[in-house]
């Protein structure tokens, strides 16, 4: 069965949900000591959380990047997940009134972002992976009450890696990914490819 192209795909429970983001050591580490983000971490900035390990690992090159060196894997609530979709717009225009959409733009704390997703040798993919960027009372919320848990889960990442420059197969050491439960309102207020009718 062929994926849709624009789908939320994700490691999660009935509680939360696993979003990565990749960190210079400076930012990460107190992080994870602390179980929330905290200064050098600049909340002012915007910080974009992506469902997708292999997506992550593409942008941070498998944490070779400068920068991005430390792989986290923050646990957010479904609950202030959902609030995120729930008060995006996308970040270009999408074939919707132009002025409502800029508009939208405008007053949305939350960017989203639907980019080709990646197989482990960082390859396109015909369908699309998301990005969520969180800027303003976002990026509070984030930061203050919707994470219930980092890990660093670097270690990981360049095990996986060398498995992969070694020429194995690494579909088994990656972590579970599945579609996400949307409701009808968060797909359309996120572009999602509709689901199929029954």
């Known amino acids: 069965m062929s994926t849709p ?27 994870v000591a602390a179980g929330r983000f905290v200064p050098p971490f600049k909340r002012e900035r915007m910080t974009w959380i992506k469902p997708s390990f292999l997506w992550m690992m593409y942008r941070c090159g498998w944490a070779a990047k400068p920068g991005q060196t430390r792989v986290l894997a923050i646990d957010v609530s479904r609950e202030g997940f959902e609030w995120a979709l729930g008060h995006a717009c996308l970040s270009h225009h999408d074939g919707a009134d132009r002025e409502a959409w800029a508009e939208r733009l405008r007053r949305s704390p939350v960017r989203i972002q639907w980019d080709p997703e990646r197989d482990p040798h960082h390859t396109p993919l015909p369908h699309r992976s998301i990005q969520i960027g969180l800027s303003g009372e976002a990026a509070d919320r984030y930061v203050d009450e919707w994470i219930v848990g980092i890990t660093d889960v670097t270690g990981r990442v360049r095990d996986i890696h060398a498995a992969l420059r070694d020429g194995r197969d690494v579909a088994g050491l990656l972590p579970a990914e599945r579609p996400y439960p949307l409701p009808a309102p968060l797909a359309r207020a996120v572009g999602a490819t509709p689901d199929d009718p029954a």
């Open 5 to 31: 192209y624009r789908q939320i795909r994700a490691a999660y429970t009935e509680e939360s949900v696993t979003v990565y983001q990749a960190y210079d050591p400076a930012i990460a580490g107190p992080a």
